[in-house]
């Protein structure tokens, strides 16, 4: 499950609230000239606009963003002289809410009879290579399979890439 709506379209690009103002004064300039950019890269897509929210610049392009077009941008926001390159915190493609879920674990913690704790799944969920690139937006929920049974369901909501491909299904060995 993701987010629809023009969110594929963006590149964020976190910076200091001074580089944001500067930007934002100058904006349409830097559309235009942007748009310049990626013409003469030979990339077919446009910005259609940019914004700031907060301290993070919001550069909406025409067609679904992908990595090679984020570098393009953050070329073109190195070479700028009128922002601190060096006060740009981040540059990422937006990413869409999702969950993920897990079946068929146990509800008990091992050689006991206490329930699985959302703080113990958000440990280990952490610690595993599947979720190198996975931010967990939420706690996990944790529910019992059937009333009598000890095996539970539990999904946790978070940001993924922006085609999901972090949280596709994988086979995990425990």
């Known amino acids: 499950m993701t987010t629809k709506g023009s969110l ?29 950019f990626l013409k003469r890269v030979k990339s077919e897509y446009s910005v259609d606009f940019i914004y700031t929210d907060n301290k993070r610049l919001l550069i909406t392009i025409n067609n679904v963003v992908v990595t090679s077009n984020l570098n393009i941008i953050k070329k073109y926001i190195k070479d700028l002289n009128d922002i601190d390159y060096n006060d740009i915190e981040s540059s990422r493609l937006s990413q869409f809410k999702s969950y993920f879920k897990i079946l068929s674990i146990s509800y008990f913690v091992e050689d006991t009879n206490l329930p699985i704790l959302s703080d113990t799944i958000e440990g280990i969920l952490k610690s595993t290579h599947i979720f190198n690139n996975i931010t967990l937006i939420s706690y996990s929920c944790i529910i019992k399979a059937l009333p009598k049974s000890n095996m539970a369901i539990i999904w946790v909501d978070i940001w993924d890439s922006q085609s999901g491909s972090n949280a596709k299904y ?5």
């Open 8 to 36: 594929n379209k963006q590149v964020i690009i976190t910076m200091s609230s001074n580089n944001s103002e500067k930007m934002i004064v100058k904006a349409n300039a830097y559309v235009s000239n942007l748009n310049r």
């Open 170 to 174: 994988q086979n995990v060995d425990q």
